[in-house]
Every structure is written in structure tokens, then in C-alpha cells.
């Protein structure tokens, strides 16, 4: 069976241990895979090399990096019977989180190639017409996102250190949520729907939220003063986020932003800029991926991995 791999030198962990690429040619030949490697140049090439080699025939691409690259990856799969897996080398890894996919490179690796997975087929997202795959937002945590990805140095404590900045400009999104045919209206510190639980680093936005239910979860946070919303930061690790009274909840297969003014919109951490109003739908088992034979956070599928893959690196 025929692999490719594709590789982003400037995500995440790639960034910061050169010769990667070097590596994964070792493993090919080590295992014998019939396989390729590609390297990204920049935005949005990750996308066309997985279009690419779904139009190919290749079974399996596995991209690996960060959220991103799983982003563009999976984007370009959307809709084919190429399989996706993971080698998680990124900040946050919040999909590979969720679906207990090993963060160490081998164990991912081996996995990629047929060890002890399986095939599942996940919903994803799509808002303003941009796909995600985990979770995307407005309000501050678009704005983390933002000034995060402006950073030249990554990892969780840059990003704490962008998270605390916004925190100290923080100012209420004044928005209106339609779902199921209502209408409700918060001044919000931050609006997310997720398809998984996990924005990253183990925090869960959305505690048991399922990517092959059909739905999306909505999670808005209402604004309140620095102490009350702080002490939800715990809470976000602990999976108890939506017991807090400034947490509403709702699941369903589309929903309806709407806020005051235009401002940045953030799909798997990566930003852009949207308009006021912001429509959210599921796309229900659109993407097909490789998880582990076990993997809690799904329900059993009796479908085989393929035994031949394509990776995709960040």
C-alpha cells in the first residue's frame, strides 16, 4: 500500500529538533513502506499535498505537526476515502488529545502505519465557511489565538503568556447565540463550539463532547470580573468548566452567531478575520481517521486501518 508523509519544519516541536524529516526517511526505510515525504512551504500547502495524494489513491495520510497542519490536512480530505492519522507535534494537540493518540513521535508513527488502529469516521465543522476539526471561537480566546501565532517562539508557556496579556485588555463580546430556533444574548468573555472536548494542553472546553455524535457543542462563557472568571481556569483541567454558572451549553447540528462588530475568528488556532455574524454547522462523518483500536473517545467501528498510509508533517 502506497504512504506519503508531509512535513512542516516550522510547526511546534518540528521547529525545535532539525532533522526530522531525516528521521521519518529512516523510519520508512526501516519499516519498508511504500512510501513519500513531502515538506510544506507555507500556508495552505499542507492542504493541496493531502488533496493531492486523496486524488492519488493514497489510503492514509498522517500529518505530521500541530493543530494547524492537522487543519489544512484534514481539510484536504474532507469528503474522500483517504484516512488521516496524526503525529502530534504542536502547542495544543487538542484533536490527538482527545482521541488518545500518542504524543510521543514513534509510538504515533507505528501507529500511523497500521499498529493497533482502527478506522473511525468523525464529524467535523464548518464556520463561515471555514472547516474545523476541534473546536473554534471569538472573543478572547481568537484574540489568544491571534497574538500567539504572531510569536516566533512556541510552546505552552508563550502561550500562557499571550493568554495573560489578553486577559489584562480583556472587554465583554456583546452577541446574540441562535440555536434550535431561540435566541439568546450574553455579554460574553468568549463563544467556542467544539467537536471534541479539548482545546489543547488537557484543557476541555466542552467536557464529554463526542466527534461522532452528529453534533456540535456550543460553549459560551459569560464576562464577569477578573476573580470569578479566573477561578474558571481550573475548571477547564479539572473537566468541570460547564458546572459554573457563567458557562451556558448546547449541543446541536447549527447555530448562529451574531455580535456587535467584526473581529477575528479562530478554526483549530488558526485566525482570520469574520464578520458580525458567524454561521456554525456540523458536517456529519465527513472525515475518516486513524485512531487507536481502544480509543474511549469514540465508539466502536469493526472497519480495519489500511495498511499503507500517506503522512502529511506540519
Not at 502530534?88 to 482521541?99: D, F, K, V, W, Y
Not at 464548518?126 to 471569538?138: K, R, T
Not at 480509543?295 to 499503507?308: I, Q, T
Request: hydrophobic content about 40%; proline content about 5%; aromatic content about 6%.
Amino acid at each position: 500500500m502506497r504512504l506519503h508523509f508531509i512535513f512542516n519544519p516550522n510547526s511546534g516541536r518540528n521547529r525545535a529538533r532539525p532533522g526530522m524529516d531525516r528521521w521519518i526517511r529512516e523510519f520508512i526505510a526501516e519499516r519498508g513502506l511504500d512510501a513519500g515525504l513531502s515538506v510544506t512551504e507555507g500556508p495552505g500547502h499542507a492542504r493541496e499535498l493531502a488533496r493531492g495524494a486523496a486524488e492519488s489513491g493514497v489510503e492514509t495520510v498522517v500529518a505530521v505537526g500541530g493543530d494547524g497542519t492537522m487543519n489544512e490536512v484534514a481539510h484536504g480530505l474532507l469528503g474522500s476515502e483517504t484516512a488521516l492519522a496524526l503525529v502530534p507535534c504542536g502547542s495544543g494537540n487538542g484533536l490527538a488529545l482527545h482521541l488518545g493518540i500518542p504524543r510521543a513521535a514513534r509510538a504515533a508513527l507505528e501507529l500511523a502505519a497500521g499498529g493497533r488502529g482502527r478506522v473511525a469516521t468523525l464529524d467535523s465543522g464548518e464556520a463561515d465557511g471555514h472547516p474545523f476539526f476541534n473546536a473554534m471561537g471569538v472573543g478572547i480566546d481568537a484574540e489568544v489565538s491571534a497574538r500567539f501565532n504572531r510569536l516566533s517562539r512556541r510552546g505552552l508557556s508563550s502561550y500562557v503568556r499571550a493568554a495573560l496579556a489578553c486577559w489584562r485588555g480583556r472587554r465583554p463580546v456583546t452577541c446574540t447565540v441562535e440555536s434550535a430556533g431561540r435566541r439568546h444574548a450574553f455579554e460574553a468573555l468568549l463563544v467556542a463550539v467544539a467537536n471534541s472536548d479539548q482545546y489543547g494542553n488537557h484543557a476541555r472546553i466542552a467536557p464529554g463532547a463526542r466527534t461522532d455524535d452528529g453534533r456540535l457543542d456550543l460553549v459560551v462563557v459569560r464576562h464577569s470580573g477578573w476573580w470569578r472568571t479566573g477561578a474558571l481556569v481550573p475548571r477547564l483541567f479539572l473537566g468541570t468548566l460547564d458546572r459554573s454558572p457563567l458557562v451556558w451549553r448546547a449541543a446541536g447540528e447549527e447555530f448562529v452567531i451574531e455580535r456587535g462588530e467584526p473581529g477575528p475568528l479562530h478554526t483549530d488556532g488558526e485566525t482570520r478575520e469574520a464578520g458580525r455574524r458567524i454561521a456554525v454547522k456540523v458536517r456529519r462523518r465527513s472525515l475518516r481517521m486513524i485512531v487507536p483500536a481502544l480509543c474511549a473517545a469514540l465508539a466502536p467501528v469493526e472497519e480495519p486501518a489500511p495498511r499503507g498510509f500517506a503522512l502529511l508533517l506540519p
